[in-house]
C-alpha cells in the first residue's frame, strides 16, 4: 500500500530536483485551491545560508514524486516565480484555505471541519481525503481527529465541503487503517479520481 | 564484480613505464543513459595536470592495481561531472540514497561494478542490492534511484 502523509508532514521536507541531486528548496506552506479541495502548490524557503521565504512557488502538477523524505521535481526549471502566479496569488488568500471548511454530507449532516488534507503518495501524488474533526453528528467520534475519504468528485464551495453520506462509513480513526477504507469507498462509489 | 570501496585508494599504475602515478580518489559516473557505468577515475597524487583517467584508457582493474595505459592520457577535469566530483558533489559512497518517490532508502554502502567495462551492477545500501541502471542522478544531496517498488514505495 502507498504512504499516506497529511498534509501539515509535507511543509518543512525538502524539494529536491532529480537532474542535479540537490534539494533547492524547502516546502513553507501547502497552498490549498478552495474550489477543488485539493493542493495546488506550495510556497517555499530558501535553504541554508540564505534561508528564508523564496520568491518562487511549486506547483502541484509539476511535483513527480512525493514521500516522507523529500518531495520530488525533474528540475529546478519547473520552480515558478511567485509574482503574478496563481499558486502565488493563492497564498496571499488566506481564507481560500480548505483547512476550517466545514465538510456536510449529502444526506444534511455536519460531519466536522477539515483539519488537514491526506495525500496518498507516489509519482504523481493524489489527495485521497480529509482529516476532519467530528461533529456530533458522528455520535462517540464527536470532539476527535478523524479521517474521512475523499469521492472522486467533490463539491465545494466557499461555505462546505459537500461528500456523499456513504462516505461516513468509511471513517477511519488513523492512518493506518485509512488506505483500505479509500480504496473500499471509491470501489463503492464505482469510480476512481484520473 | 568489484568493489567501489576496495578500488579506493587503490594504486594507479602506468603500463609503459611500470611506475606508481598516484591513487584512486574517486570514480565519475556517467548516468546519462540508461547504461550507468564509470567514466572516469580521480586520481590523487598525480598532480593537477594528471587529475583523472578516463576508463577508456584504464587497461586492468585488480586487486593490487588499476592500470593505465601511459600519463600522457591523464588530464585536469573537463567535463562538468569531473568538476563536480572534484568539488566534492558527486561521491557516491556514503551518500543518501533517496528514490525518486522521495523515500529515503539508506546510505550508498558500497557499489558493484564491472572491473573491465565498468558498468555500475549494484548500489548496496543496507542489505540492499539496487540495480545499477536505476541510478538517475548523483548530486550534493543525494544519490537518485528509479523507486524498484512497483506501485509506489513501501510506506
Not at chain 1, 135 to 146: L, Q
Not at chain 2, 102 to 108: A, F, I, L
Amino acid at each position: 500500500m502507498s504512504l499516506l502523509l497529511r498534509a501539515s508532514e509535507i511543509m518543512k521536507l525538502p524539494v529536491v530536483a532529480i537532474d542535479c541531486a540537490d534539494a533547492v528548496a524547502d516546502v513553507k506552506d501547502v497552498v490549498f485551491g478552495a474550489q477543488e479541495g485539493e493542493i495546488f502548490g506550495f510556497t517555499l524557503n530558501n535553504r541554508g545560508f540564505f534561508a528564508g521565504p523564496m520568491k518562487r512557488v511549486l506547483h502541484w502538477d509539476d511535483v513527480t514524486g512525493l514521500g516522507r523524505d523529500a518531495l520530488m521535481v525533474e528540475s529546478t526549471d519547473v520552480l515558478r516565480p511567485l509574482k503574478n502566479d496563481e499558486v502565488g496569488d493563492l497564498a496571499a488568500q488566506k481564507d481560500r484555505s480548505v483547512i476550517g471548511s466545514d465538510v456536510l454530507s449529502d444526506g444534511g449532516s455536519r460531519l466536522g471541519s477539515v483539519t488537514d488534507v491526506i495525500v496518498m503518495c507516489g509519482a504523481p501524488p493524489e489527495v485521497v481525503g480529509y482529516e476532519i474533526e467530528a461533529s456530533e453528528a458522528m455520535g462517540p467520534r464527536s470532539g476527535k481527529k478523524v479521517l474521512i475519504p475523499l469521492p472522486d468528485t467533490l463539491s465545494v464551495s466557499g461555505q462546505a465541503l459537500m461528500v456523499p453520506a456513504a462516505a461516513e462509513a468509511f471513517v477511519a480513526d488513523d492512518l493506518a487503517g485509512f488506505g483500505a477504507s479509500v480504496e473500499e469507498f471509491r470501489s463503492q462509489l464505482g469510480g476512481t479520481r484520473p | 564484480m568489484s568493489s567501489l570501496r576496495n578500488l579506493i585508494g587503490r594504486k594507479v599504475m602506468d603500463r609503459g613505464r611500470a611506475e606508481q602515478i598516484g591513487k584512486v580518489s574517486g570514480v565519475v559516473v556517467d548516468t546519462s543513459s540508461g547504461d550507468v557505468r564509470i567514466a572516469s577515475l580521480r586520481l590523487s597524487g598525480a598532480g593537477d595536470e594528471h587529475e583523472f583517467a578516463d576508463w577508456d584508457h584504464v587497461t586492468g582493474s585488480g586487486e593490487d592495481a588499476v592500470v593505465v595505459d601511459g600519463v600522457d592520457n591523464l588530464h585536469p577535469p573537463r567535463t562538468t561531472l569531473e568538476e563536480r566530483l572534484k568539488s566534492g558533489d558527486t561521491e557516491l559512497l556514503g551518500k543518501r540514497l533517496l528514490s525518486d518517490h522521495g523515500n529515503e532508502m539508506g546510505k550508498v554502502d558500497d557499489v558493484d561494478f564491472d572491473g573491465t567495462s565498468g558498468r555500475i551492477e549494484h548500489l548496496v545500501a543496507r542489505n540492499d542490492r539496487i540495480e545499477g541502471s536505476r541510478l538517475r542522478s548523483v548530486g550534493p544531496y543525494a544519490a537518485i534511484v528509479t523507486c524498484p517498488h512497483e506501485g509506489g514505495c513501501p510506506g
